[in-house]
């Protein structure tokens, strides 16, 4: 099975090949630029590999970071993974936690109104959410601590009390906001991918204070999450496929012959 892991930025694509790298002073791959000089490195582990890709910051960058990495991808991948640090819902999601997403949320893309904020699946455009395969969510959240909860995609971060408060309002179970799972949940959807979001928190959603920011802890809190987080991906891809064999041979058994 192959996995493509999208970050926005370099420094969480070296956190997350940190903790794909079995050993520290293992040689890995050179990064690779792909069309639009997206950087893409490999990471090879018993029963799966790992393209890490850094796409740019946004769910725009995101989702067109994805589409190139899957439309050029030989053989195709697996699955799709958005990985990176973002802001947590304290108390549930604190500095440095991480947070595995049970729904993939596009939290400001939509419209407001008089009566207050409507997203695209209510304006009639399209849908806000995108759900990861439940089962491998929850392994992953096991496996590594993590909160399982919904993780808020922004074009904006929040920076202020009342749009924390408004947040929350909406989406009273969310963990944690980034700025790219959503795009790179729509680009893997657009190839019949599933998808999965993990954030390692480095600060609190609300008020904007630089100095209470811990993004050294949360990058260090991606590397470890990523460390356990290979094993438990490469089993679900093993079973996942082996149940998709056994539908195509269903499938097929179901087919008439032709005379």
């Known amino acids: 099975m192959r996995a493509l892991v999208v970050t926005a930025v370099g420094a969480e694509s070296d956190s997350v090949l940190a903790g794909l790298t079995p050993h520290p ?26 393209d890490v890709l850094v796409a740019g910051v946004g769910p725009a960058a995101a989702a067109a970071g994805t589409a190139t990495a899957l439309a050029l991808a030989e053989p195709g991948y697996g699955l799709v993974v ?25 939290a400001d893309l939509g419209a407001q109104t008089p009566e207050g904020f409507l997203d695209v699946s209510a304006l009639g455009f399209g849908h806000s959410v995108h759900l990861p395969p439940a089962e491998l ?14 993780v808020l995609t922004v074009s904006t971060v929040t920076g202020t009390a009342d749009g924390a408060a408004g947040l929350t309002a909406r989406h009273p179970m969310a963990g944690a906001e980034a700025m790219e799972g959503f795009g790179v ?23 904007r204070d630089r100095a209470a920011w811990r993004i050294g802890g949360a990058l260090a809190a991606l590397t470890e999450g990523f460390h356990v987080l290979g094993p438990v991906i490469a ?4 079973r996942h496929e082996q149940h998709r064999e056994q539908q195509r041979d269903q499938h097929r058994q179901r087919r008439p012959e032709r005379r």
Do not use: Q
């Not at 949940?185 to 008020?207: D, K, Q, T």
């Open 25 to 50: 002073d293992s040689p890995g791959a050179e990064p690779r630029t792909l069309p639009g000089g997206y950087l893409i490195t490999r990471r090879d582990l018993p029963g799966i590999a790992f």
């Open 82 to 106: 958005s990985a990176g640090i973002g802001g947590g819902f304290v108390p549930a999601a604190p500095l440095g936690s991480l947070v595995v997403a049970d729904a993939i949320v596009a």
């Open 137 to 150: 969510a929850a392994r992953a959240a096991e496996a590594t601590g993590a909160l399982l909860a919904p």
């Open 185 to 207: 949940a729509e680009a893997a959807a657009a190839h019949g991918l599933p998808v999965l979001e993990i954030r390692a928190v480095s600060n609190a959603v609300g008020p």
């Open 235 to 238: 089993n679900w891809g093993e």
